[in-house]
């Protein structure tokens, strides 16, 4: 019984730190977001921006996959992130789904 608990109380962590994993990205990525709209950042910082966003992207889609989390949420805040970010940075490999 005592190994049982210790894999309840191991999938309970693993669920918390998958949930906040999820939201420290999605966090990331409103961040990397906020730096590509400022006029005042430079180009070739926003370059390195929106690389981070990239990765951030493709960290959050393998976690989404890993938690079987809410795809339709997961879409519904990407298209909005998708709007919000500059049109020269936004590459159809980052958002292949959206429209």
Request: proline letters at 4%.
């Amino acid at each position: 019984m005592g190994t049982e608990a210790r894999t309840v109380e191991d999938n309970v962590a693993l669920e918390r730190l998958h949930r906040d994993s999820i939201r420290y990205l999605k966090e990331s990525i409103s961040i990397c977001v906020e730096e590509l709209r400022k006029p005042e950042v430079e180009s070739k910082t926003k370059v390195q921006w929106a690389r981070c966003l990239a990765q951030q992207i493709a960290a959050l889609m393998k976690i989404s996959r890993m938690t079987a989390s809410d795809t339709k949420d997961l879409a519904s805040w990407l298209s909005e992130i998708k709007r919000k970010i500059p049109k020269k940075y936004v590459e159809k490999e980052l958002f292949p789904d959206l429209p």
